[in-house]
């Protein structure tokens, strides 16, 4: 936890001299690898997880999302990498990033992290005691509701083949078929911007 910013994690981290581009900043793919690190630090290395032996399968990283607000350039002091838990899914923690050296906050990420089960290699239910320590980190109006596991997310529920929708409802569809409605997940597709 952060004294100047109470209910985060803070993970301290030097940037390097290897991770600055031909452009003399920091390059974005790196900051991404920032904050993958602060998300192994919280579920991985964090006294708490590491003495009641949360994740022991591990977790998976479902999704990123991200906003690239400032350049970041190489300097002796480190960056703190913010963590805070915006909401907890079934299986799932929606984890809000930011990267920065105070004041400047250089890039803000929403990461979604699913618990995984060792024997499948899938998702699986958070547990208790998972549930509880993710909810430390969570603002305070929403801690309550996230221990009792009554928060739901939309479309979080299991598919027919074990997976979970955490990664968002916009990728799941409802189809009928013989009476029964199942969900199951749309292909996304590459598509070039138009400027």
Not at 29 to 44: C, K, P, S, T
Not at 74 to 87: C, F, I
Not at 169 to 192: E, K, M, Q, Y
Request: net charge positive; aromatic share 6%; glycine share 10%.
């Amino acid at each position: 936890m952060s004294a100047l910013h109470p209910g985060a994690h803070v993970l301290a981290c030097p940037t390097r001299w290897s991770d600055v581009d031909e452009n003399g900043h920091i390059n974005n793919a790196r900051l991404v690898g920032y904050v993958q690190e602060g998300i192994h630090d919280l579920f991985r290395h964090h006294a708490t997880a590491v003495r009641e032996s949360l994740f022991p399968s591990g977790f998976i990283i479902a999704r990123h999302e991200i906003d690239y607000l400032e350049q970041l350039h190489h300097r002796p002091e480190p960056l703190s990498v913010r963590l805070s838990v915006a909401r907890l899914g079934r299986s799932s923690a929606h984890i809000d990033v930011n990267v920065c050296r105070e004041p400047t906050v250089f890039m803000r990420a929403r990461t979604v992290v699913v618990a995984r089960d060792r024997e499948s290699g899938r998702s699986r239910k958070l547990g208790e005691n998972e549930r509880r320590f993710l909810s430390g980190f969570m603002p305070e109006s929403l801690r309550g509701d996230a221990v009792a596991g009554a928060v739901a997310v939309a479309g979080a529920g299991m598919t027919g083949e074990g997976e979970s929708a955490a990664v968002g409802p916009s990728h799941w569809v409802s189809a009928r078929a013989g009476g029964a409605v199942f969900a199951r997940r749309t292909r996304r597709r590459c598509r070039a911007s138009v400027a």
